[in-house]
């Protein structure tokens, strides 16, 4: 077999998911002769890249107004040789299945990493959370559960929340799903606390990628973040508690965006000020100006990544850092990119990091921190245990800190110690390439 010939006629097949068939390249791509060479044939190719159940539904939700609509859903189950299915749940009007299949391809390498026992799977809808009352909310998330609870439970599947699923999601659909399946299993993460939640699941992502950062910027430059001029692209989840570690860690946070606008503050953005505008009220990132006497400087979305920075950790979505972009940040001097989101950067933004010797992370090693709280979240549900905040993220930097040196070794013995992309993907593909065949 000619692996080359059978890897591109493959990707052929994916020409109609181009998000999946990225992933795809991105993996392929970076595997070297002796992860190859463990490729036997084309049915273990295709084995691969085949999720091994795709749940679709309709789901049919009533407005305020008593109006029906219906909205798609879908649960992704791709690969569980490394434990249950896990992965999050995604509302957004974007959401297709070719996004959900790039992201359970990918959970199934990042899950790996943690070292804990999860398996790669990813769901979610095409509804839109933006601009629906409380109640629409609730309706539209019993609508969704009351057809994927018989798919998921804690020993099977174990969803989390991402992109529009937070804790008032999670606490709707986890309710759902007590009442349609008559089980209190713990099959959802990211829960509240009074429901069985972990303390630090919130901000483990984005604490996650900053102690990756710190472990990366010590192996590779001997330095921290102390001082450092630092862009967060996203106002999210992620991007939030990513600004509140690096502001505790000594970085000054000068810019931020949401989907509208990027907001420019030389004197560093203050995340109780932003927590409140985008968690309490819902409200948009240019309103963030009327909040403070510093000076703020707003402009369009894009405009983020034309700040001179030292550190930028995109943590929006898929694919918001391009060739361009990347180009304006190395001219501006910035020595290292951590992906806080999934695959923020295009192959070509990551390419051009690496050939210029900028620490660049992928996502699948850089976000992981998120699932592995989940993890910890499973495990104390299990044992009936709760732990303290300090146990959890010390528990978090101690997986952060074992992600980056492995991957970091793994780059080092393919004689390409800047690509950490390869050494994510050599490291995760190898172990799970060996739990599916032996
Ligand atoms: P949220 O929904 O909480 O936040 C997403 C943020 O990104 C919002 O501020 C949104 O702005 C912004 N955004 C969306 N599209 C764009 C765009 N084109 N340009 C600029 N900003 C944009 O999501 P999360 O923070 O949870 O997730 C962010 C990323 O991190 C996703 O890729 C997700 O898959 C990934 N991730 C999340 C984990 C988690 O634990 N939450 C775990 C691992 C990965 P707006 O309000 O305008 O839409």
Redesign the pocket.
Known sequence: MNIEQSINKLLEKYNNEPEFQTALKEMFASLDSKSLSLIKDEAFLERLVTPDHIITFDVKWLDDNNIEHINKGYRVQFNNVNGVYKG?L?FHPSVNLSILKF?AFEQIFKNYLTTLPMGGGKGGSDFDPKGKSDNEVKNFCYAFMKELYPYIGVDKDVPA????V?AREIRNLYNAYKEYSGKSDCSLTGKPLDMGGSLCRTE??GFGVTYFALEALKQYKHTDLKGKKVIV???????LYCLKKVTELGGIVIAM????NSIYVPSGINFDILRELKEDKRGRIKEYKDLVKDEVIVKE?KAIWEVKADIAFP????F?LDEEDAKKLISNGVIGVFE???M?CTIEAANLFIKNKVIYSP?KAS?AG??AVSGLEIEQNKKNEKWSFEEVDNRLKGIMSTIFNNIYKCAKDLDDEYNLVKGANNYAFIGIVNKMFH
């Not at 692209?233 to 991007?239: D, L």
Request: with cysteine; charged share 10%; net charge negative.
């Open positions: 999050g995604r992201l929340g991402d992109i529009g937070g483990a992502t692209s996203g106002s999210g989840n992620v991007a965006n949401d989907s509208s979305s943590c929006a979505t898929q918001e806080g989101a999934n923020p996502g976000n998120g699932v």
